[in-house]
Nanobody, 115 residues
Framework: QVQLVESGGGLVQPGGSLRLSCAAS????????MGWYRQAPGKQRELVAT???????NYAESVKGRFTISRDNAKNTLYLQMNSLKPEDTAVYYC?????????WGQGTQVTVSS
């Protein structure tokens, strides 16, 4: 049974930084694309950033220049470095792993940006 375990969320002031992590437990097939998504109250889940097995990245326009996605293939772990956080970044953040055997989601971690 594969599970994705997220960590690193919390409360931060505007302009601050957080680093999210997402680690896979259990035996997981080769991971192709990894990504971070977020869902704010009353809104649909949206893509934040993705990274392929080769390291190609893609970002939502709203986070470009502020967030950095990275992965450690040896550890099956995904990261999201978030800098210059804004109140509109407040949401539950989810990680997602795409493998040839299926897609897996994390349980979500709350990020709150407020003074």
């Amino acid at each position: 049974q594969v599970q994705l375990v997220e960590s690193g969320g919390g409360l931060v002031q505007p302009g601050g930084s957080l680093r999210l992590s997402c680690a896979a437990s259990g035996t997981i097939a080769r991971i192709n694309r990894m990504g971070w998504y977020r869902q704010a109250p009353g809104k649909q889940r949206e893509l934040v950033a993705t990274i392929t097995s080769g390291g190609s990245t893609n970002y939502a326009e709203s986070v470009k220049g502020r967030f950095t996605i990275s992965r450690d293939n040896a550890k099956n772990t995904l990261y999201l470095q978030m800098n210059s956080l804004k109140p509109e970044d407040t949401a539950v953040y989810y990680c997602k792993f795409d493998t040839w055997r299926g897609t897996y989601w994390g349980q979500g971690t709350q990020v709150t940006v407020s003074s």
